[in-house]
């Protein structure tokens, strides 16, 4: 596609479900970063992928969230045992590479967790 | 000191008036500057990179002063569909982008 595709738009669940957030980037764009926003607040970073290098997890909140990306293109982001803390909008970027690039961001997925 | 820091706001101007902002950041290695627009509950999009030499897009002027450390963003003859946040972003030597808390303009009639 033309842009960072995110799925799905919204996820509403009962808290101590877990819930996989999904991120197509841009073709050929080798870096991909999830951040998350909670209503009237700013991005926090929370991962990020570059190529096949291992991930940057220094964002990660709790080890109830975790992330892949396979194949160097899509990536999940998993949250387990989920709090209501953790309704946000889940964010997702890429960019062709890790220098002087800009961001290219996703819809976001909005996360509700009752 | 956050490593980059926006006056929040709201600057509320009139249409068809000018209006500035700045941003300022605190790694001198830093590289690379953009400007994104985030309208509520909509994703950051990219308005524009900030370059050395300043640059302009229509109505949009960026700058960069790197002996002060910051960057700048000047909307000429403001429309209401400025109205939004604007989020001022660094990269410096890591490789994840450093975001403002952002600036926030509301275009009046």
């Known amino acids: 596609g033309a842009g960072v595709s995110q799925s799905p738009s919204n996820k509403v669940t009962e808290k101590g479900k877990d819930v996989e957030l999904r991120c197509d980037p841009i073709s050929g764009h080798t870096a991909l970063y999830w951040y998350r926003q909670s209503l009237g607040q700013g991005l926090e970073f929370l991962i990020y992928f570059q190529g096949n290098s291992a991930p940057d997890k220094s964002g990660l909140p709790s080890d109830r969230f975790s992330a892949e990306r396979t194949g160097g293109s899509v990536s999940t982001l998993t949250i387990q045992r989920t709090q209501q803390e953790d309704s946000a909008v889940y964010l997702c970027a890429s960019s062709s590479d890790h220098s002087n690039q800009p961001q290219h961001f996703g819809d976001g997925t909005r996360l509700s967790i009752l | 000191r956050k490593e980059v820091e926006q006056d929040p706001g709201p600057f509320n101007v009139p249409e068809g008036a000018t209006v500035a902002f700045n941003c300022t950041y605190s790694n001198s290695a830093s590289q690379s500057f953009f400007w994104y627009r985030q309208d509520c509950r909509k994703e950051p999009k990219l308005l524009m990179s900030?370059?050395?030499s300043g640059n302009e897009d229509g109505r949009f002027t960026a700058q960069l002063n790197r002996a002060s450390q910051y960057i700048s963003l000047l909307i000429r003859d403001s429309k209401l569909s400025d109205s939004a946040t604007y989020l001022c972003?660094?990269?410096?030597?890591?490789?994840?982008?450093?975001f403002g808390r952002g600036t926030s303009l509301i275009v009046h009639p």
């Open positions: 972003v660094v990269r410096g030597g890591s490789y994840i982008p450093t």
């Open positions: 900030v370059y050395s």
